[in-house]
């Protein structure tokens, strides 16, 4: 049972471009939602960020909204450079459960030059 | 700091051998966790530990085996490798700050059974 659904599985935009990813999950107990950035070779990395209690997070050219009563939450990468170009992965956990994350199954994002 | 450091990097296997795959943190965090990342599937747990001394299953445990030796350490034992177990095996550590839990990642090592 897929608990964190993820879309698009690649996406390609181009530079300056917004990149949007989407998330739905089921789990309403889910109360921290983190996204991971990985580049090919390395272990994934923490990006951004957000709990139930906002509707928004921005950190720089990176933006997460959140939608709970859709249960749905997504990524949104601003003025896409081509060093951004990586694997993003969604995910949820719920605090009382040290921590444990249930992962999306990823986006390939490209972005030309 | 290392962080996460795993080994080995790559590794051969023919199916029915066994091998162990290592992995220490030295952030002194409490909770580990080992992945498996497979093509259009994502990172699934394997197992985690939330603590010294404690381990529990996670999504697709079949077929591996884990300890943690110590604080530090949280090894995965393959005992007989079969071709499904193809994959990049990750190991993370994290502890809670503040509400969130950033896991940190290792660099993976890639197995190939054939």
């Known amino acids: 049972q897929q608990q964190v659904k993820q879309s698009p599985q690649s996406l390609i935009v181009q530079k300056g471009g917004i990149s949007i990813i989407n998330c739905a999950y089921e789990n309403t107990a889910f109360d921290y939602f983190p996204w991971y950035q990985q580049f090919p070779g390395k272990g994934p990395a923490l990006l951004i960020a957000i709990r139930p209690d906002v509707s928004e997070k921005k950190e720089g050219r990176f933006t997460i909204s959140f939608n709970k009563s859709a249960k749905q939450f997504s990524l949104h990468i601003m003025d896409s450079q081509p060093g951004d170009s990586a694997t993003y992965f969604c995910a949820a956990a719920y605090s009382s459960n040290t921590g444990k994350l249930i992962f999306g199954q990823g986006t390939t994002l490209q972005v030309k030059p | 700091n290392a962080g996460v450091t795993q080994t080995p990097k790559f590794q051969v296997l023919k199916t029915g051998q066994s091998m162990t795959l290592q992995c220490a943190q030295d952030m002194n965090h409490n909770s580990m966790y080992w992945y498996r990342q497979d093509p259009g599937m994502g990172l699934r747990l394997i197992y985690y530990s939330a603590s010294e001394g404690t381990t529990d299953k996670g999504e697709v445990p079949n077929g591996y085996n884990v300890s943690r030796l110590n604080k530090r350490e949280f090894s995965l034992r393959l005992e007989s490798a079969a071709p499904s177990q193809t994959s990049v095996y990750f190991c993370?550590?994290?502890?809670?700050?503040?509400?969130?839990?950033?896991?940190?990642f290792g660099p993976g090592t890639r197995l190939t059974v054939t």
């Open positions: 993370a550590s994290s502890e809670e700050a503040q509400g969130r839990y950033e896991q940190y």
